[in-house]
T-cell receptor, first 113, second 115 residues
């Protein structure tokens, strides 16, 4: 069975500050991990993904995430927040043997000017 | 058109109406998905189609009826819905519905309100 936990349903940061959105997963098989962003009234857009290989993954808009197997985590970071980063962020897990995505409940990011 | 499109973007219907949501993908994918997104709840996977065959039905009430006539089109037929069915309905597609090929691309969603 697979599941995703996103700690913190709401995160606020100041413009220019570090963004850290937390994601922990459980999976009985090697996971594939994803971060999606959803802007108001839009669908989900892929930010980045981890399948195999390098554990530090770089995505669009300056975001990156690191797969840490020992901590079962895949936290999303960005060194300097921009106003345009305000959105809902979803972590998701899948696997090589499964045909489903399991999404977290999402984290709403607010950027304060 | 590129990516995944959904029509209509907004729909208001009464509980006795019959309506359909349409999704079309222009990515050459073979798998398509319907999700329900309600406020303060995780995304709920409703149906999965892989090469036009339904592979998942996550205990969705029969008032929701999917149809996948080909790999590019997916419909969700709605009838006798309840107010709690009001939500954003998202369509997604992927190369295939398995493993590394199931990275999903989403449409903008249909905002459904049931009165």
């Amino acid at each position: 069975a697979q599941s995703v936990t996103q700690l913190g349903s709401h995160v606020s940061v100041s413009e220019g500050a570090l963004v850290l959105l937390r994601c922990n997963y459980s999976s009985s098989v090697p996971p594939y991990l994803f971060w999606y962003v959803q802007y108001p009234n839009q669908g989900l857009q892929l930010l980045l993904k981890y399948t195999t290989g390098a554990t530090l993954v770089k995505g669009i808009n300056g975001f990156e995430a690191e797969f840490k197997k020992s901590e079962t985590s895949f936290h999303l970071t960005k060194p300097s927040a921009h106003m345009s980063d305000a959105a809902e962020y979803f972590c998701a897990v899948s696997s090589n043997t499964g045909n489903q995505f399991y999404f977290g409940t999402g984290t709403s990011l607010t950027v304060i000017p | 058109e590129t990516g995944v499109t959904q029509t209509p973007r907004h729909l208001v219907m009464g509980m006795t109406n019959k309506k359909s949501l349409k999704c079309e993908q222009h990515l050459g994918h073979n798998a398509m998905y319907w999700y329900k997104q309600s406020a303060k709840k995780p995304l709920e996977l409703m149906f999965v189609y892989n090469f036009k065959e339904q592979t998942e039905n996550n205990s969705v009430p029969s008032r929701f009826s999917p149809e996948c006539p080909n790999s590019s089109h997916l419909f969700l037929h709605l009838h006798t819905l309840q107010p709690e069915d009001s939500a954003l309905y998202l369509c997604a597609s992927s190369r295939e519905a398995r493993g590394t090929y199931n990275e999903q691309f989403f449409g903008p969603g249909t905002r459904l309100t049931v009165l």
